[in-house]
């Protein structure tokens, strides 16, 4: 009833395919912005940092990350977790080899070392497809794991194997190392995760995501409209992989401060990201989030219940926790494979014509 | 045959587009065309009929690069072409429909027709990265266009429809926009009208005549229905197993009587 678009014509064809059409869309992204900005960072706590908010947002662009590979570009990815590591090796070699510079331009050259590995590791994407293309990425996985524990140039030659944060600051404010504070890290994160949500947008939206989306919908006919289907998956695994370099380096030097490349950067990271994206949809910005949201909440919450409410062992809560994502998977699989940022815009649009159905 | 010719209806028909010298394309033992030459001249419709595994659809595969032949020369605009990946005869101006629908099926009809414009859109990726400004720009300049298809085509009111939940002829209809949008210099239609009504098949025809007539365009399709053929087209290629057995006006072909003999063994409705 009051969601609609009332008077809220398009006159010309930039205003057709802006971002968020209708006005409430508008003033609800609006205030959002505000709220992140303006409010949450003066009332967060460690707690709310460390469990929810600044992992939400490092997921948030390792989804946003595959979701353009293989969302968008159709390319299967079981390999997020070893480009992670990527990111993360190539922070701290940053920060340590380079300790004068901005922790926010060793983040983006994080990125952008892992892109190069990603194209690297895109290559014969132009020959093996689907299947084996997952199987190859896993191969990737365990390759890169295996080369950060082989090689301990990559950890600094440290006893313990494991690579640690130095401590950097962002405008006076320390962003990395034990004594960051939870504010700091949160807006450094946010304003990352708003920065490369922006250019998600609009690489999608464009010539350039258009031409991901061909490739992923029929490779053959792309190439009739002049689409290379090497340089456009190169392109995919480029954007992407810089991506989730960037969530690699912040989960590393932000989030976690010292990481073990197994333990941080294992399979299991890449079956998570991959689950955030099926869950939240496959080619959205928006199920990006909500696929993160989902996966970063859904353990606490249910830890929070059946360990805290409900005393049960936190062992067999984490349990539960595998039995019903496994479950919500198969759910979105099967009824919806364009994920609940699908469901929302159907229910969206049903809502828009409500009650006058036509 | 002189360099140009005037049509019954009074068009002029210039000079060699494409021209096919003596190709032959095998797979393995197979040989899906032999020794086939047929030129395609600036502005004509130019058909190619012939009964099922004739080579009809190889033979635009050739044209396109899907296919390289064994032997033969392809000359373009008069030069010679060398092998070639389809995405970059594309981007010379060789635009395609297909004989199964190839549609982008998870993108809207509009976007669909957008995808048309990929050779014609420039913006680098940091540009398109930024959006506002030169990215944008091309974008709505390109849309415009595309619109253009829209309308000419009467699709507007499915332009925003997933093209996978479209009926067949209006997909085969969105994929003529989506070659269109290219505004190519050759235009290759693989059975444009296969498995549609006749009333489809009559929007369909006015359509291809259309863009004939308003934009010039030279249109190089296969077809089954001898009806529309005759109607529609300047010049005809007949073949039959890989062979070319006739090559003419309408009448010429008709008259053929190789071309009767291979039809009247196979029915072709
Ligand atoms: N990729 C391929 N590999 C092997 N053989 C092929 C291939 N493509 C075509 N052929 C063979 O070449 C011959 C010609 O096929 P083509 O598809 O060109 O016929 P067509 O004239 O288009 O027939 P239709 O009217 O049924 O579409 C057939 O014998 C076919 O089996
Ligand atoms: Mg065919």
């Not at chain 1, 922070?91 to 990125?111: E, R």
């Not at chain 1, 995501?209 to 695994?237: C, Q, Y």
């Not at chain 1, 984490?318 to 940022?341: D, Q, Y």
């Not at chain 2, 010298?21 to 395609?40: E, Y």
Request: charged residues 20%; contains cysteine; glycine residues 10%.
């Amino acid at each position: 009833m009051f969601y609609r678009e009332a008077g809220d014509y398009k006159t010309t064809y930039a205003e057709d395919s802006q971002t968020f059409p209708l006005k409430l869309d508008r003033y609800a992204y609006y205030t959002l912005l505000a709220v992140a900005f303006l409010v949450v960072p003066f009332v967060i706590n460690d707690y709310w940092a460390s469990a929810v908010l600044i992992p939400f947002l490092i997921w948030s662009i390792a989804s946003l990350g595959l979701n353009i590979l293989t969302g968008y570009c159709g390319q299967v990815s079981l390999g997020t977790g070893g480009f992670m590591a990527v990111g993360a090796y190539a922070a701290y070699k940053l920060m340590t080899s380079f300790p004068d510079l901005n922790i926010m331009i060793i983040v983006l050259l994080s990125g952008a070392i892992t892109a190069a590995v990603g194209v690297l590791f895109g290559l014969p994407s132009l020959r093996i497809k689907g299947f084996y293309l997952a199987v190859a990425t896993l191969a990737a996985q365990f390759f890169l794991v295996w080369l950060f524990n082989k090689f301990e140039w990559f950890y600094n030659y440290s006893a313990s194997g494991q690579i640690s944060a130095p401590t950097r600051e962002m405008f006076g404010y320390e962003v990395t190392g034990p004594s960051a504070s939870a504010p700091a890290k949160y807006m450094f994160c946010l304003v990352l995760v708003l920065g490369l949500a922006w250019v998600a947008r609009n690489l999608t939206r464009g010539r350039i995501g258009r031409s991901w989306m061909a490739i992923r919908d029929m490779d053959i006919a792309a190439e009739i409209i002049g689409v290379n289907p090497l340089k456009t998956k190169l392109t995919a695994f480029a954007v992407s992989s810089f991506f989730i370099g960037v969530a690699g380096a912040l989960f590393f030097a932000v989030y976690l401060g010292a990481v073990e490349v197994g333990e941080a950067f294992g399979i299991q990271k890449s079956f998570l990201v991959l689950f955030m994206i099926i869950i939240g949809g496959l080619g959205s910005i928006l199920g990006s989030f909500i696929g993160a949201a989902f996966l970063v909440l859904l353990p606490v919450l249910l830890k929070n219940i059946m360990a805290g409410a409900l005393g049960w062992p936190i062992d067999l809560a984490a349990h539960i926790e595998l039995v019903i994502i496994g479950f919500l998977i198969m759910l979105t699989l099967v009824l919806e494979p364009h994920g609940v940022a699908q469901l929302w815009r159907v229910a969206k649009q049903k809502l828009r014509l409500w009650p006058f159905p036509h | 045959m002189s360099d140009s010719y005037v049509t019954p209806d009074g068009r002029t028909i210039g000079g060699k587009v494409l021209e096919m010298r003596n190709i032959t394309l095998r797979f393995g033992g197979v040989v899906a065309i032999k020794d086939i030459s047929f030129d395609i001249r600036e502005g004509e419709i130019r058909a190619i009929i012939g009964p099922n595994g004739a080579g009809k659809s190889s033979m635009l595969n050739v044209i396109n690069g899907f296919y390289h032949p064994q032997e033969g020369e392809i000359w373009f605009h008069g030069e010679k072409r060398k092998p070639m990946k389809p995405y970059q005869i594309a981007k010379q101006g060789i635009a395609r429909t297909f004989q199964n629908i190839a549609l982008f099926k998870g993108m809207s009809t509009l976007d669909n027709i957008m995808t048309g414009r990929f050779n014609q859109m420039k913006t680098n990726m940091a540009l398109q990265m930024l959006w506002k400004g030169p990215a944008e720009r091309e974008e709505v300049a390109n849309r415009e266009i595309v619109e253009r298809v829209i309308d000419f085509l009467e699709i507007q009111a499915i332009r925003k429809t997933p093209v996978g939940a479209l009926p067949y002829g209006l997909q085969k209809r969105v994929e003529l926009g989506r070659a269109l949008a290219a505004q190519p210099k050759l235009l290759l239609l693989d059975e444009p009208m296969a498995g549609m009504n006749v009333e489809e098949k009559e929007d369909m025809s006015r359509f291809i005549l259309d863009v004939n007539d308003e934009f010039g365009t030279t249109i190089a399709l296969i077809e089954h229905d001898m009806g529309v053929v005759m109607d529609i087209s300047d010049r005809v290629v007949v073949m039959d197993y890989g062979k070319k057995i006739g090559d003419g006006t309408p009448d010429e072909v008709r008259n053929n009587q190789a071309v009767i003999d291979a039809y009247l063994g196979v029915d072709h409705g």
